[in-house]
């Protein structure tokens, strides 16, 4: 059974920048079959698609971050990692990863992880 | 980028009663559409894909239906356990959106 884990700072000071990973275990990252990609739901507010990537590599990211973010995988360890620099405090959030299923092409969540709670503060 | 709109933003329902949720995309998704439930301090589930395919594990209480831009999430006799936010997500073009979610409260 695939299952997700986010790991890293819980605090990040104000233009610095976000580093987290997700670990992914009871599947592979290289499946044809899913992108993997990140989700962020600030307090009280409603979820935001971050971004996602391919096993190769191929990315997609929401457009209003785009300027800011990296996603980036690495299949020898089974995980993939998410980069947002530059942040403030709007960018403070619970940060989920989750996997994106899509054997035709079209990718949905079917696994998330836990979440991990990240604070902007200097 | 497609943008996803859910109605209402609160719905106040009664346990055993039924509750009809909306959402409505900018532009057709034909049927690549999920709903998912959140509740408070836990990450989303997957409910529904394919805009009326139940994810494994759902109760069969749960059903999708809608086709295009219109939407609808239906929650045949509420439990005590399905009072919750509840999204619905287009997966048919990158950017992935969200709705803003609707709360379904106890009334």
């Known amino acids: 059974q695939l299952q997700l884990q986010e790991s890293g700072p819980g605090l990040v000071k104000p233009s610095e920048t976000l580093s987290l990973t997700c670990t992914v275990s009871g599947g592979s990252i290289s499946s044809s079959s899913y992108y993997w990609g990140w989700i962020r739901q600030p307090p009280g507010e409603g979820l935001e698609w971050i971004g996602a990537?391919?096993?190769?590599?191929?990315?997609f990211y929401n457009s209003s971050l785009q300027s800011r973010v990296t996603i980036s995988v690495d299949t020898s360890k089974n995980h993939f990692s998410l980069k947002l620099n530059s942040v403030t405090a709007a960018d403070a959030a619970v940060y989920y990863c989750?996997?994106?299923?899509?054997?035709?092409?079209?990718?949905?969540?079917?696994?998330w992880g836990e979440g991990t709670t990240v604070t902007v503060s200097s | 980028e497609i943008v996803m709109t859910q109605s209402p933003a609160t719905l106040s329902v009664s346990p055993g009663e039924r509750a009809t949720l909306s959402c409505r995309a900018s532009?057709?998704?034909?049927?690549?559409l999920a709903w998912y439930q959140q509740k408070p301090g836990q990450a989303p589930r997957l409910l529904i894909y394919g805009a009326s395919t139940r994810a494994t594990g759902i109760p069969t209480r749960f059903s999708g239906s809608g086709f295009g831009t219109d939407f609808t999430l239906t929650i045949s006799s509420l439990q005590s356990e399905d009072f919750a936010v509840y999204y619905c997500q287009q997966y048919d073009d990158w950017p992935i959106t969200f709705g803003r979610g609707t709360k379904v409260e106890i009334k």
């Open positions: 989750a996997s994106h299923y899509g054997p035709k092409g079209y990718y949905y969540m079917d696994v």
């Open positions: 532009q057709s998704v034909s049927s690549i």
């Open positions: 990537i391919y096993y190769n590599g191929n990315t």
